[in-house]
């Protein structure tokens, strides 16, 4: 099955600075990598997503990368601000046999002011 | 309505009650989930329904019993559950089907077994 790795699992990074994260999926039928945020307490949400038939996608300040043959995406926040402290976590997901979204472990990330 | 409800928000309970957990959704969504969460830790997932049918049962214990009544519903019966069961418990769906569509995920019900 898909196994999802993540790293760095904590990331502190100065307010306005760029915070990257890294994932690496191992099953090459995989399509669609989102990523989602989630808050102390609350629930994940999704704040980007990506499909294997693009190379990058980006939403203002979020941006993700995908490479195919390398079997990993990144994400990556530009001008950082406190608001983004959260953990992110990294998925995977194919249209194949067992439709599941797997997850990385996730990366505690820190603005500080 | 572009959201996943969960109640309850928070739930206590001894090793010999019976309780249920429920999701709801109104966004037409044919694919509903039950993730487990601990501490520090990703979702897991527990179950996928797929147009009100059980697909996926990632090995649960028979203490846990999902139902789907309708497409809009989704409940998870508990029964004898022990204290290593605490956790997070997300809902969560997706449009279902073949295409990959982000899942919505509800608040969750924070479970406490003593």
């Known amino acids: 099955g898909e196994n999802v790795e993540q790293h760095p699992s904590t990331l502190s990074v100065q307010e306005g600075d760029s915070a990257v994260i890294k994932c690496t999926y191992s099953?090459?039928?995989?399509?669609?990598f989102p990523w989602y945020k989630q808050e102390l307490g609350k629930r994940p949400q999704l704040i980007i997503d990506?499909?294997?038939?693009?190379g990058e996608k980006k939403d203002q300040r979020i941006a993700v990368t995908l490479n195919k043959t390398a079997k990993h995406f990144s994400l990556h926040i530009t001008e950082t601000q406190p608001e983004d402290s959260a953990v992110y976590f990294c998925?995977?997901?194919?249209?194949?046999?067992?439709?599941?979204?797997?997850f990385g472990q996730g990366t505690r990330l820190t603005i500080n002011p | 309505d572009t959201e996943v409800t969960q109640t309850p928000k928070h739930l206590v309970m001894g090793m010999t009650n019976k309780k249920s957990l429920k999701c709801e959704q109104h966004?037409?969504?044919?694919?509903m989930y039950w993730y487990k969460q601990k501490a520090k830790k990703p979702p897991e997932l527990m179950f996928v329904?797929?147009?009100?049918?059980?697909?996926i049962n990632e090995s649960v214990p028979s203490r846990f019993s999902p139902e789907c009544p309708n497409s809009s519903l989704l409940n998870l019966h508990l029964h004898a559950l022990q204290p290593e069961d605490s956790a997070l418990y997300l809902c969560?769906?997706?449009?279902?089907?073949?295409?990959?569509?982000?899942?919505?995920f509800g608040s969750g019900t924070r479970l406490t077994v003593v």
């Open positions: 329904y797929s147009y009100e049918k059980l697909s």
């Open positions: 990506i499909r294997s038939n693009v």
């Open positions: 099953d090459s039928a995989s399509n669609y």
């Open positions: 998925a995977a997901k194919t249209d194949q046999g067992a439709q599941k979204l797997v």
């Open positions: 966004m037409g969504h044919r694919a």
């Open positions: 969560a769906s997706s449009p279902g089907g073949q295409g990959n569509y982000g899942y919505t």
